[in-house]
């Protein structure tokens, strides 16, 4: 079943929807003058130097002016000794770009989070809607939504194969929004697989042209031919080595599911050769997205494999019991939001796919964090607690926390500064040739943004469940945006809106 343009673009318009620096690589800075905040004495990390050892962190006026051995004085002490002081994290991969959602993410040490995958189109409005709402917690942006592009230039044949002349009207528009400022370019080809392939090579050249990056949900997902997930990998590959443009795979354990080996050793293989490519993954088995996604039509099931009884329907709990139940519910509710369980991570057979996604070589760590809802509908009240009706995929609140916590404290996987860096640094570099803002984040260094995480690395952890979503993540006490606190001694600062538009240059 083909979706409706009506639905899939209400749905996503809903719930998808330059600076100067000098770092000091860990120097000392204007450490005999008064700070507006201080952060005395905790082990301080910083992914780009290699800085791991206890030091005073001394702000003003949003950026970080000091980074010394000796004790600094400032207006506003923190006192970090036993934490961990780091750059704040980088979500790369969000659909939840609102106040609540936010909120959940900064318990979660985000302190900037973007919609790259889906994108905006036009980025103008994206942005605008922000700042018309007041602005949010986070430091946020968008890249440019082929899709959209798509939606506005094709109508009804959004998802079909069209003829080379409305193919090049769809890539203009993706132009367009890469001169406006977009951080790169969003494509979906696995919503919609029966779109022109020709025009997915197209959009790599335009990201090559003007060297920012691209944010590919694989074509294929499955474990049969046609649609295989090597095929879906396989295109975006190509793509790359052909244009030179810097491909980037969304979650990478949900998109190969039982072949992330495959996919992985795909990916390095291509890097090893040159290849601009990079992956990211989130620390759950299970996906969540629309329920009438093609790859979950009852008949693309079992190439899949799960079954119906595998899918959650948001809105009512309900798992389908057979594919006539599940076709049902996707044609009453065809944008409904969903959750997947792909593969069950109780079950050692399963959880080592996700631990191969997440140890993957310099793979960055990204939510895919989805909105929460409230009867099938976006919730965005700025209300804390969150309503007890509020659902969403607990990627939404655990993510970073979920990483440190088990993967990196219970079972030591991953070391503490590796899943800093991949957090931070590694989305920043993946950023920063088109957006210029992101050179002075994920970082933590004398000018620098002051993005700063402060947590117990004994007691940070995720609570966040299927069952119950809105329990915030533990172990962050405090969380610095733009130097301003949005977490101050575990509490919530329910005022804040530091966060600041990040937006690439205008091109020409």
């Given amino acids: 079943m083909s979706l409706s343009k009506r639905y899939f673009s209400a749905f996503f318009i809903s719930i998808f929807s330059g600076s100067g620096f000098l770092y000091g690589g860990g120097a000392i800075a204007q450490t005999n003058q008064p700070h507006d905040i201080v952060i005395s004495g905790g082990r301080t990390i910083d992914p780009e130097s290699g800085l791991d050892a206890n030091r005073y962190i001394g702000i003003n006026d949003g950026k970080i002016t000091a980074v010394s ?66 602005g949010l917690p986070l430091n ?62 197209e959009a790599a050249k335009l990201a090559a042209k003007y060297n920012v990056p691209t944010f590919t949900h694989v074509r294929g997902k499955f474990l049969d031919e046609p649609g295989h997930v090597i095929e879906g990998y396989g295109e975006v590959l190509a793509a790359a080595a052909a244009t030179g443009a810097h491909m980037h795979i969304c979650h990478l354990s949900s998109s190969a599911t039982r072949l992330v080996p495959e996919a992985s050793q795909m990916i390095r293989t291509a890097q090893q050769q040159g290849v601009r490519v990079t992956t990211e993954t989130y620390p759950y088995g299970a996906g969540s997205t629309v329920i009438s996604a093609p790859f979950l039509r009852p008949e693309a099931l079992h190439r899949t494999g799960i079954e119906s009884s595998s899918i959650v329907y948001l809105k009512t709990g309900e798992r389908p019991a057979t594919n006539d139940r599940l076709a049902e519910i996707q044609d009453n509710d065809p944008m409904g939001l969903s959750i997947i369980h792909y593969l069950d991570t109780d079950k050692p057979e399963d959880a080592v796919f996700v631990d191969q996604a997440i140890t993957f070589p310099d793979g960055i760590i990204a939510s895919d964090a989805m909105p929460f809802t409230i009867n099938g509908q976006p ?70 943004d002051a993005d700063v995480v402060i947590f117990d690395p004994e007691t940070i952890k995720d609570r966040a469940t299927f069952e119950n979503p809105r329990l915030p993540s533990v172990g962050v006490k405090h969380l610095l945006v733009n130097g301003e606190f949005v977490i101050r001694e575990a509490t919530l600062q329910q005022e804040a809106r530091p966060g600041r538009p990040i937006r690439g240059e205008m091109r020409h």
């Fill in 69 to 134: 051995e000796t004790p600094i004085e400032g207006a506003i002490e923190i006192d970090a000794t036993g934490l961990i002081v780091s750059p704040g994290f980088i979500d790369i991969h969000s659909h939840a770009l609102n106040v609540p959602s936010t909120w959940m993410q900064a318990f979660d040490g985000v302190t900037t989070t973007l919609e790259l995958e889906r994108g905006a189109w036009p980025l103008d409005t994206a942005y605008a809607n922000v700042a018309t709402q007041g």
């Fill in 140 to 201: 946020y942006g968008y890249s440019v939504s082929w899709i959209d592009a798509r939606m506005r230039t094709l109508g009804a044949s959004f998802d079909k194969l069209v003829s080379p002349e409305a193919s090049k009207k769809v890539l203009e528009l993706i132009e367009q929004g890469i001169k406006e400022g977009a951080i790169g370019i969003g494509l979906l080809p696995g919503y919609v697989p029966e779109t022109n392939r020709e025009e997915y090579y």
């Fill in 379 to 448: 919730f965005e009240d700025p209300t804390w607690p969150l309503p007890e009706d509020a659902i969403t995929h607990p990627r939404s609140v655990g993510t970073f926390s979920r990483v440190l916590g088990y993967y990196v404290r219970e079972r030591e996987l991953l070391s503490l500064p590796d899943a800093i860096r991949r957090s931070t640094l590694l989305p920043a570099q993946l950023l920063e040739t088109a957006a210029p803002q992101m050179r002075n984040k994920g970082r933590l260094q004398v000018g620098a």
